[in-house]
């Protein structure tokens, strides 16, 4: 089949990588435009980008699929849109472009966490069992029947990076059997059914942890907002970024948002029992220990807010 493929993070480059390595013909890449990155702001393609350029496809770079895009993907008469994790929606008439439509990589178990963040939804929300499905793009927000999908244990440490690392390889898998049943004519798409949940982007208030909550609930929104946009409090006014903390054992309690050192731990309190602060990053600084920031802070205890 002639394929178009949409996707810009790293989370898309595994599945790029599976289908280049099919017998199916990819007429074209598309992509977000360049971004500023790093304190220079330098324009930085697209790990989709650089990836497909790399390999000698033709790169769409664009933020909307507008008239313009659309007219260019029907003059390739692809046979089939594939998107994972593009940044963008697809609207008709481009839905219709491709003779088999679009299919969609979603790393969740729709109808749970439809948007744009469901990996980082479902740690924040300490759900048991998160995983990826390969749905029909339809014009309802990732509402279209489900080709294929898998679950697996979620794991009671992981962070949304390390989840979505996993999820995009096995996902991977999961879209390449897909596509050979599509092209088969033996593909079978059922409806979704249950409970819909919405995973919305993440923005910087999601990453503000409130220490006045139970330790579970906070250690599950670090992990769920680790590595973007990155858990944060502020210590005496100053930003301090939580990069790394761990659950407690047998620690006693503490006010919450207190900070102390005992014995070699840097504790944290909350509504519960403490955390354990093991990595951060304070204003202007490069990532550290606790423990080396700790001392210099120079105090018995801080107070995060």
Sequence with gaps: ?????AGTPEVALPSLTALAGTDHEIVSVITRADAPLG?????TPSPVAHAAAERGYPVLKTNRLDGEATEIIRALQPDLGVIVAYGGIVREPLLSVPRLGWINLHFSLLPRWRGASPVQRAVIAGDEFTGAAVFQLVPE?????????????????????????ELSHSGAELL????????????LAVPQT?????????TRDDARIDFDQPAASIYSRIRGVTPEPGAFTTVNDAVL???????SVDEPTLPAGMILQREKSVLVGTQTEPLVLLRVQPAGKTAMTANDWWRGVAAESVTAS
Excluded: C, N, Y
């Design 1 to 5: 089949m002639k394929l178009v493929f």
């Design 39 to 43: 304190r220079k702001r330098t324009l």
């Design 141 to 165: 927000l990732d509402a279209g029947a489900v080709f294929g999908s898998f679950s697996q244990a979620l794991g009671a440490h992981s962070t949304s990076g390390i989840l979505l690392s």
């Design 176 to 187: 390449l059997r897909v596509v050979a049943e599509l092209d088969a004519g033996t593909a």
């Design 194 to 202: 249950g409970d819909v949940t919405l995973a919305p982007k993440l």
């Design 241 to 247: 970024k939580l990069l790394e903390v761990a659950p």
